[in-house]
């Protein structure tokens, strides 16, 4: 390769460059992404500290009974009929803020399944749009999403009956 070359490539490709053979370009397939997935939908929502400083604790259980605090896998909230809409926006700016800070391209896929997750739980339990992303273009990805053989049935399901959803909205909006 001849140093012109190399000089008139944009940092995008520099980057990927770097990266052959690094532990990032082997860890990119589904399996890995199905991976990184089940680890983030198998994490704990953490209990709101100022919460936990001040309750004592044979509260806490009543308290996690009536869903004032969060302590249980995120997968349990997004697949549960009675989770608060509160709960699922958290979840939401979660995953979205791990979307912008990780740099493995499995992980951000993962972070981004559990996002769409929060906004098809939403919307499917409480019939609310809690991002500012158009009904068709939510469908787009719901549909896409449910195609991915990786990501678990659960939420699978979940997504079709969110795109569900959201045709209908747009068939409304469009009547």
């Known amino acids: 390769m001849n140093k012109k070359t ?48 001040i309750l004592p604790a044979f509260f806490k259980p009543f308290c996690r009974s009536m869903g004032l605090i969060a302590d249980e896998p995120v997968l349990a909230f997004l697949l549960n009929t009675g989770t608060p809409i509160e709960v699922l926006r958290q979840i939401k700016q ?20 559990v996002y769409y997750a929060a906004i098809a739980a939403a919307l499917i339990r409480h019939g609310q749009r809690i991002t500012g992303l158009p009904y068709a273009q939510l469908c787009y990805t719901f549909f896409r999403l449910k195609e991915r053989k990786w990501i678990l049935s659960e939420l699978r399901s979940l997504f079709q009956n969110a795109c569900e959803i959201c045709q209908q909205k747009e068939t409304d909006k469009n009547s």
């Open 6 to 53: 190399l000089y008139t490539w944009n940092p995008l490709q520099l980057s990927q460059l770097m990266r052959i053979g690094s532990e990032e370009a082997v860890q990119q397939g589904p399996r890995n992404k199905a991976a990184y997935l089940e680890q983030l939908l198998s994490q704990n929502l953490p209990m709101d500290k100022t919460i936990a400083e």
């Open 94 to 113: 979660a995953a979205k803020e791990m979307m912008g800070e990780v740099i493995l391209e499995s992980r951000r896929d993962a972070a981004g399944v």
